[in-house]
């Protein structure tokens, strides 16, 4: 993937703000920087965790810029190497120009993901952690923060390691009587044991299990509002975001195409959809491709909102409407029936329980947001310490699992056949933290970091 034996260097920063730092790792890095900073004694001896003020120099001994310079050495650094980090004015020529001296004195520039790449092969994180760090860095909310956090301090780690200590413990009680040739060991009591195979599946069956949890955490709750053409949908949309995001008029199918647009409440990401109203009857081809994509909205909405005009009499089309949510809505989408409108002067009998809401006067828009806010009830406050938000993740413990529950099928003086089976979960579990990962799987994972992380 990476020769670890070059000197690596990579702006760290973007091209905004005043202050642009520059990393640069490698056996190497001090003899590189002794060439591009003056002073360069400070690299001849170098003090670990020390700043120092130095001037960068081209090769005709013009001053570049005055910056400061971090100084790390191995094994104390992120990368575990010897490592220096320059803090310059952040001018898109100082930045390319001392970048350009490292190349000139036997730098590269690093690939996506190759600090952290070496900071996970020299020891220094684990692969659990080192997908943290790239969580961390896209954070939006306040709970995925807590989450990719908390990975990053290894409390995933010490969860994953805990249940690997346990299978290592029964495969050791396994293999010792696989060596006992003379028979000497007392065989395992098979009910002691086999409520160790199932209080190990239960455990990484309940970590598993927060992946469902997690997906609203990591990838937001789809909110597809639907309706009748002229029902108020962009009017909410509009009221939830607090700002004219949809363009509203009192004409019928004004909305021809989705539009989607995400804000947070009570720190999780919810994505708005505003859709074509749907009817039965339209000429119209791009209402009717408009309707289409509707009901792809509805397939893929964790909540729909079902809004009916309080204002008009009981329309055909909202029964149709009705029918296609049913036929297309995931099993475990929540739908809210809510009436707009409510400002003008209602034409229907409507349940007293039902929620009526205003986009022009803003009544109980509020309460619609609570109801939404409620989805966070399904995800449990006490679990972010061990919490899967990986695909990944979710597909090795899976695996784990499969290989454990094959055991109880098998006798228990079947050994040599459990201490596979033993192997394997062991493997799935190595898979999520680094240990024996395939090296296709580890360049897609830090193929998506940033370069000079």
Same mark, same amino acid.
């Given at each position: 993937?990476?020769?670890? $034996?070059?000197?690596?260097?990579?702006?760290? !920063? *973007?091209?905004? @703000?005043?202050? @642009? #730092?520059?990393?640069?790792?490698?056996?190497?890095?001090?003899?590189?920087?002794?060439?591009?900073?003056?002073?360069? /004694?400070?690299?001849?001896?170098?003090?670990?965790?020390?700043?120092?003020?130095?001037?960068?120099?081209?090769?005709? $001994?013009?001053?570049?810029?005055?910056?400061?310079?971090?100084?790390?050495?191995?094994?104390?650094?992120?990368?575990?190497?010897?490592?220096?980090?320059?803090?310059?004015?952040?001018?898109?020529?100082?930045?390319?120009?001392?970048?350009?001296?490292?190349?000139?004195?036997?730098?590269?520039?690093?690939?996506? *993901?190759?600090?952290?790449?070496?900071?996970?092969?020299?020891? /220094?994180?684990?692969?659990?952690?080192?997908?943290?760090?790239?969580?961390?860095?896209?954070?939006?909310?306040?709970?995925?923060?807590?989450?990719?956090?908390?990975?990053?301090? @290894? =409390?995933?780690?010490?969860?994953? $390691?805990?249940? /690997?200590?346990?299978?290592?413990?029964?495969?050791?009680?396994?293999?010792?009587?696989?060596?006992? &040739?003379?028979?000497?060991?007392?065989?395992?009591?098979?009910? =002691?044991?086999?409520?160790?195979?199932?209080?190990?599946?239960?455990?990484?069956?309940?970590?598993?299990?927060?992946?469902?949890?997690?997906?609203?955490?990591? $990838?937001?709750?789809?909110?597809?509002?639907?309706?009748?053409?002229?029902?108020?949908? &962009?009017?909410?949309?509009?009221?939830?975001?607090?700002?004219?995001?949809? #363009?509203?008029?009192?004409?019928?199918?004004?909305?021809?195409?989705?539009?989607?647009?995400?804000?947070?409440?009570? *720190?999780?990401?919810?994505?708005?959809?505003?859709?074509?109203?749907?009817?039965? +009857?339209? @000429?119209? /081809?791009?209402?009717?491709?408009?309707?289409?994509?509707?009901?792809? &909205?509805?397939?893929?909405?964790?909540?729909?909102?079902?809004?009916?005009?309080?204002?008009?009499?009981?329309?055909?089309?909202?029964?149709?409407?009705?029918? +296609?949510?049913?036929?297309?809505?995931?099993?475990?989408?929540?739908?809210?029936?809510?009436?707009?409108?409510?400002?003008?002067?209602?034409?229907?009998?409507?349940?007293?329980?039902?929620? +009526?809401?205003?986009?022009?006067?803003?009544?109980?828009?509020?309460?619609?947001?609570?109801?939404?806010? =409620?989805?966070?009830?399904?995800?449990?406050?006490?679990?972010?310490?061990?919490?899967?938000?990986?695909?990944?993740?979710?597909?090795?413990?899976?695996?784990?699992?499969?290989?454990?529950?094959?055991?109880? =099928?098998?006798?228990?003086?079947?050994?040599?056949?459990?201490?596979?089976?033993?192997?394997?979960?062991?493997?799935?579990?190595?898979?999520?933290? *680094? +240990?024996?990962?395939?090296?296709?799987?580890?360049? !897609?994972? %830090? &193929?998506? %970091?940033?370069?000079?992380?």
């Amino acid at each position: 993937m990476y020769n670890p $034996n070059d000197t690596i260097v990579a702006p760290a !920063t *973007g091209p905004d @703000g005043a202050i @642009g #730092i520059i990393r640069a790792s490698g056996s190497n890095v001090f003899e590189i920087c002794k060439k591009i900073f003056i002073p360069f /004694k400070a690299f001849e001896n170098p003090t670990p965790n020390n700043a120092y003020f130095l001037k960068i120099v081209d090769e005709n $001994n013009t001053i570049i810029d005055k910056v400061i310079v971090l100084l790390y050495l191995a094994p104390k650094s992120f990368t575990g190497e010897n490592m220096v980090e320059i803090f310059a004015h952040n001018s898109p020529f100082i930045i390319k120009k001392t970048i350009q001296l490292f190349l000139k004195n036997g730098a590269r520039i690093a690939t996506k *993901g190759e600090f952290s790449f070496r900071a996970y092969i020299n020891g /220094k994180i684990d692969l659990v952690q080192a997908e943290a760090i790239n969580e961390l860095i896209k954070a939006e909310t306040e709970k995925q923060h807590l989450i990719a956090i908390n990975q990053l301090e @290894g =409390k995933l780690s010490s969860k994953l $390691n805990s249940i /690997k200590q346990k299978i290592i413990d029964i495969l050791s009680e396994i293999e010792v009587r696989i060596d006992d &040739s003379y028979e000497e060991m007392e065989e395992l009591d098979e009910k =002691k044991y086999i409520d160790k195979i199932d209080n190990l599946i239960k455990e990484i069956e309940k970590l598993k299990d927060t992946y469902h949890n997690a997906r609203f955490i990591k $990838n937001g709750i789809n909110v597809s509002i639907v309706g009748t053409p002229n029902s108020g949908k &962009s009017s909410l949309l509009n009221s939830i975001l607090g700002y004219e995001r949809a #363009i509203t008029s009192e004409i019928p199918g004004t909305t021809r195409d989705t539009i989607e647009e995400s804000t947070i409440i009570d *720190g999780i990401k919810f994505i708005f959809i505003d859709t074509a109203g749907i009817r039965e +009857k339209t @000429g119209d /081809k791009l209402e009717e491709e408009g309707i289409k994509r509707t009901i792809n &909205s509805i397939k893929k909405a964790d909540i729909i909102i079902f809004l009916k005009d309080i204002s008009i009499s009981e329309n055909p089309d909202e029964d149709l409407i009705y029918k +296609k949510i049913i036929e297309n809505k995931k099993t475990d989408s929540k739908l809210i029936e809510v009436y707009s409108k409510s400002d003008l002067k209602p034409a229907r009998k409507i349940d007293e329980k039902t929620l +009526k809401i205003s986009s022009k006067t803003g009544e109980n828009i509020d309460k619609l947001i609570q109801m939404l806010s =409620k989805i966070k009830e399904k995800i449990s406050d006490d679990i972010y310490d061990e919490i899967i938000v990986s695909e990944r993740h979710y597909k090795s413990l899976d695996e784990c699992i499969k290989e454990l529950s094959e055991i109880k =099928k098998l006798n228990i003086n079947e050994y040599e056949i459990v201490a596979e089976y033993l192997r394997g979960a062991l493997l799935a579990l190595e898979e999520i933290l *680094g +240990k024996t990962t395939p090296e296709d799987i580890l360049k !897609t994972i %830090f &193929s998506n %970091f940033c370069v000079g992380k």
